[in-house]
Antibody
Framework: EVQLQESGPGLVKPSQSLSLTCSVTGYSITSNYWGWIRKFPGNKMEWMGY???????SYNPSLKSRISITRDTSKNQFFLQLNSVTTEDTATYYC?????????WGPGTMVTVSS | DVQMTQSLSYLAASPGESVSISCKASKSISNYLAWYQQKPGEAYKLLIYSGSTLQSGTPSRFSGSGSGTDFTLTIRSLEPEDFGLYYCQQYYEKPYTFGAGTKLELK
């Protein structure tokens, strides 16, 4: 079965970069699409973007200047980097197997942006 | 962006009852709609896609209906494990967007 697990710092300072890793087991990331979604305090959810089986990416325009999704196929991992974070980026971040609608999700990792 | 509206933030019901959760899109999205369930401590679960197609493993008491702008998730004869948070999501166009969620609580 496909399993995903997010990892990374739980606390990031404003203006710094947020970096998260999604480790995938049970399925190769060289197939399908792999994305990031976040849930803000208060339950609002936002699709952030994905990386495809070929390495191409698609991002939410609201984040386009700050976001980068990359991968390491040798480790079967993909990554999220979000630059110049503010307190409004405080959220629980989920990685998922997803092009359009995620069918497998990680449990999520909470990231707080605070000085 | 397509705005997705789940009019009910909370819905209280008892086991055995049937409930419906609505989701409305700000423009026609055909049937490009998915429903998810989230329970505390568990990963999100895809329940339904294409508006009405049950994901493998979704119990048959769940059903989805609608097309265009108005969609409904119906849970027939609630089981104790059905209580949780439900979200709709459109994938008709990017950026894909979610509803605000409906929390189904035990009455």
């Amino acid at each position: 079965e496909v399993q995903l697990q997010e990892s990374g710092p739980g606390l990031v300072k404003p203006s710094q970069s947020l970096s998260l890793t999604c480790s995938v087991t049970g399925y190769s990331i060289t197939s399908n699409y792999w994305g990031w979604i976040r849930k803000f305090p208060g339950n609002k959810m936002e699709w952030m973007g994905y990386i495809s089986y070929s390495g191409s990416t698609s991002y939410n325009p609201s984040l386009k200047s700050r976001i980068s999704i990359t991968r390491d196929t040798s480790k079967n991992q993909f990554f999220l980097q979000l630059n110049s974070v503010t307190t409004e980026d405080t959220a629980t971040y989920y990685c998922a197997r997803s092009r359009a609608f995620p069918d497998f999700w990680g449990p999520g990792t909470m990231v707080t942006v605070s000085s | 962006d397509v705005q997705m509206t789940q009019s009910l933030s909370y819905l209280a019901a008892s086991p055995g009852e049937s409930v419906s959760i609505s989701c409305k899109a700000s423009k026609s999205i055909s049937n490009y709609l998915a429903w998810y369930q989230q329970k505390p401590g568990e990963a999100y679960k895809l329940l339904i896609y294409s508006g009405s197609t049950l994901q493998s493993g979704t119990p048959s008491r769940f059903s989805g209906s609608g097309s265009g702008t108005d969609f409904t998730l119906t849970i027939r004869s609630l089981e104790p494990e059905d209580f949780g948070l439900y979200y709709c999501q459109q994938y008709y166009e990017k950026p894909y967007t979610f509803g605000a969620g409906t929390k189904l609580e035990l009455k």
